[in-house]
């Protein structure tokens, strides 16, 4: 079933999109400083984070709500909400775990 079967609009979901590569782009800011002393399960986490972040802004980059078709965006929408959970569950479990050791990789 599309975005906009489900009741919402290409519109929204780009607005939804947009709000949610803001944040995004914040976490990704925040964390690099952090990537030094990172176990490779957060670098890695990270790393596929990054890069769906950076798929979603090239879909995102001058579309209008016409040009986009819901099925097609909602996939970018789950990918970077699914990823972003890992990486969080990954850092979690990271900081529940002994500290890293960094590896100078």
Do not use: H, W
């Amino acid at each position: 079933m599309s975005y906009a079967e489900n009741g919402g609009t290409a519109a929204q979901l780009l607005e939804a999109m947009a709000d949610v590569q803001s944040s995004q782009i914040r976490i990704i800011r925040r964390i690099g400083p952090v990537m030094t002393i990172a176990s490779r399960d957060v670098r890695d986490a990270y790393k596929t984070y990054v890069e769906v972040c950076r798929r979603t802004s090239a879909f995102l980059t001058g579309r209008q709500p016409s040009d986009v078709g819901g099925d097609e965006a909602s996939q970018y929408y789950r990918a970077i909400v699914l990823r972003g959970s890992v990486l969080t569950m990954t850092v979690a479990a990271d900081i529940q775990a002994a500290p890293a050791v960094p590896t100078g990789e």
